[in-house]
């Protein structure tokens, strides 16, 4: 079993940054991809961006260029930078990781609230 624990979420002005972390316990040796997704009231969880062990990303096309993936393998961690934030991307946001490309079916954590709101 993998246990997944976010932090960083809040309360933010539009065009004001958060940082989400997620750090991984447990079976870590399976989690080949961890990412993020969000999910906003009355609306379908979407992904937001994911990373390989190796590094490679993908985003969603609402947060390119104003959102950035990392991770860091030593600390079993991945990291959410988010920089010019808007009301729309008030959201539910969930640490997700796994063994594929597309892990939704693997580990999530318990979610993190951001509300950009002035």
């Known amino acids: 079993q993998v246990q997944l624990v976010e932090s960083g979420g809040g309360l933010v002005q539009p065009g004001g940054s958060l940082r989400l972390s997620c750090a991984a316990s447990?079976?870590?040796?399976?989690?080949?991809?961890m990412g993020w997704y969000r999910q906003a009231p009355g609306k379908q969880r979407e992904l937001v961006a994911r990373?390989?062990?190796?590094?490679?990303?993908n985003y969603a096309d609402a947060v390119k260029g104003r959102f950035t993936i990392s991770r860091d393998n030593a600390k079993n961690t991945v990291y959410l930078q988010m920089n010019s934030l808007k009301p729309e991307d008030t959201a539910v946001y969930y640490c997700?990781?796994?063994?594929?490309?597309?892990?939704?079916?693997?580990?999530w954590g318990q979610g993190t609230q951001v509300t950009v709101s002035s």
């Open positions: 997700n990781a796994g063994p594929f490309w597309n892990s939704t079916d693997y580990y």
């Open positions: 447990g079976r870590i040796q399976s989690l080949y991809v």
């Open positions: 990373i390989t062990r190796s590094g490679n990303t």
